[in-house]
């Protein structure tokens, strides 16, 4: 079926193009919509969540000379060089794929390991560990915090920003097959084929499961931030509208297991200070 869908593609490439285009054009549109509505919305549901941790909580602990394990940034690194180099960093880039180690832009790391987060033995000799958008990448989640807890020095923070299982795309993403989901996914936004589309487990991923697993590991929170915005459903706006009425009502009930996404801080106790 899909060689056939292709070799119509390839017979008639003006014709599914121009489709092609045509529907860009109405999600670009429909997305516009949606972000006028969003304005009418309270500012805490209007607050993207990875750019927050980017721009605010990540340099917020960054500190000059620091030790700094990068989980799962791959060929995206959180740290661009120039920064590390101004604050005097050394980075390590972790991550389960080589190639994407390989292809992060030249400077970005000091050294490189490859691995699954789960599966390390941590040398607990990082001042500050940043993991962005990987943890619900993970099959078990309890290793990749227990792996994270000894990489940390006495001390040291670990940062994370985790999509959360509760959110309507994560149980989505759960319910379809990988295969049809990404085809869903890059029809709609193209622009994702580069940094989406891997398997996720969301395995614990809640406020509730992530701090858990932290105190289990004997880890503070020192921090958590929650989300309730995301841009899946931009893409037509009675379906967004109507997502939002379920966020909200969501809300209402759970509180912050709602939350879309979420950022959290962990510390490592000091010896002698447990």
Same mark, same amino acid.
């Given at each position: 079926?899909l060689?056939q869908a292709?070799s119509i593609a390839l017979?008639l490439p003006r014709k ?8 860009? !054009?109405?999600v670009?549109?429909?997305?516009t919509?949606?972000r006028r509505f969003?304005r $009418? $919305?309270p500012?805490?549901?209007?607050v993207?969540?990875? !750019?927050?941790?980017l721009?605010?909580?990540v340099?917020?602990?960054l ?8 989980? =799962? ?5 959180v740290?661009d060089?120039?920064?590390?180099s101004h604050?005097?960093?050394s #980075?390590?880039? $972790?991550?389960?794929?080589e190639?994407?180690?390989?292809s ?13 987060i789960?599966?390390v033995?941590?040398?607990a000799?990082?001042?500050? #560990?940043?993991?962005?958008?990987l943890? *619900?990448h993970?099959a078990?989640?309890?290793? &990749? ?6 990489m940390l020095k006495?001390?040291? !923070? ?10 309507v795309y994560a !149980?989505l993403?759960l319910?379809l097959?990988?295969r049809l989901k990404?085809r869903?996914l ?7 084929t580069?940094?989406h589309g891997f398997?996720?487990?969301?395995d614990?991923?809640t406020p509730?499961g992530?701090s858990a697993m932290a105190?289990?590991?004997g880890?503070?929170?020192?921090n958590r931030?929650?989300?309730?915005q995301s ?7 009675p379906l967004?509208?109507?997502w ?6 969501f809300?209402?009930? &759970?509180g912050?297991?709602?939350? *879309?996404?979420?950022?959290? #801080?962990?510390?490592k106790?000091?010896? =002698?200070a447990e």
């Open positions: 079926m060689l292709d017979q599914s193009s121009g489709w092609r285009a045509a529907f860009q !054009r109405f670009r549109t429909q997305a919509w949606s969003d $009418l $919305l500012e805490d549901y209007r993207d969540g990875n !750019r927050d941790f721009d605010q909580v340099p917020r602990y500190k000059p000379g620091f030790h700094v394990y990068d989980v =799962g940034g791959g060929k995206n690194p740290i060089p120039a920064a590390k604050l005097g960093l #980075v390590t880039g $972790l991550d389960i794929d190639a994407e180690l390989r992060a832009p030249r400077g970005s790391y000091d050294r490189t390991i490859c691995a699954d789960s599966s033995e941590g040398e000799d990082a001042d500050l #560990v940043i993991c962005q958008a943890l *619900e993970v078990n989640t309890g290793r &990749a915090i227990q792996s994270i807890a000894h006495p001390g040291g !923070r670990a940062v994370l920003f985790v999509p959360s299982r509760n959110a !149980r993403n319910m097959p990988e990404r869903i890059f029809a709609i936004y193209p622009e994702m580069r940094d398997p996720a487990f969301y614990g991923c509730a992530f105190q289990s590991n880890l503070e929170c020192e931030s929650l989300y309730f841009d899946y459903f931009r893409f037509c706006l967004h509208v109507l939002r009425v379920w966020v909200a009502a809300r209402a009930w &759970a912050p297991e709602a939350a *879309e996404t979420f950022t959290l #801080v962990l510390r106790p000091q010896r =002698g």
